[in-house]
């Protein structure tokens, strides 16, 4: 199985942890993104959208990080990390389109533009990612993990870009429950890091 990467996307980042949460076998192909590899016609016969992640998995192509993310979790994580129950789906699906939405255009663009000095407007991913973390914090009142009572891949999809949210300049200080959370996902059974998360700003 192989995962199309850049070691700094968080995208991929959502992959590569729950591959090692679930103890799956992934072979990381580096993706020169600088170079703009991801847009030579070799990456784009294997994702049209030009962006990475992308998996290969025998006869199985698939892009963007929610989608392989059910897949593997469907596929090799069983049910502790895909709920079979069609409440327990809805509930992960939520947080899959959250970290689509909300997450991609709040904390993960205020990190482009802090970080790779993206175009977009500051002040906008500032109040949107204000607006997703204040609903995150308060879910996280009552809830340790964010679907189902347990960790699932609605975790590792929404943690990569709000635990990396200090590079975007913005402090995690008013929502201790995110902060808690990021701490017990950090102490996950295989956990790995990605440079630059939670309390290691680089
Ligand atoms: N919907 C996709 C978005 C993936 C995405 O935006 N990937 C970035 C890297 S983190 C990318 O490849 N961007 C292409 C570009 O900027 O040219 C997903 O969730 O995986």
Known sequence: MKLYDLTLSGNCYKVRLFAALA????????????????KTPQMIALNPFA???ILEDDQVVLRDAQAILVYLGNRYG????????????????????VAANEIQHGPNVA???????????????KSRSQHILGLLN????????????RPTIADCAVFPYVAL??????????????IAWID???KLP????????YGQRM
């Open 165 to 178: 949210a200090e590079e975007g300049d913005l402090s995690l200080i008013d929502y201790p429950n995110v």
């Open 138 to 149: 308060s879910h996280l009142t009552s809830h340790d993990w964010l679907a189902a009572g």
């Open 51 to 53: 962006e990475i992640p």
């Open 184 to 186: 017990r996902v950090k």
């Open 190 to 197: 295989g956990y790995i890091d990605m440079p630059g998360l």
């Open 111 to 125: 990190r482009l533009i802090v970080k790779f000095n993206s175009p977009a407007d500051a002040n906008l991913a």
């Open 78 to 97: 069983g049910e502790a990390w895909w709920p079979g129950e069609a409440h327990l789906q809805g509930e992960v699906m939520q947080w899959l389109s």
């Open 23 to 38: 103890q799956l076998d992934l072979t990381i192909v580096p993706v020169d993104f600088m170079a703009s590899e991801h």
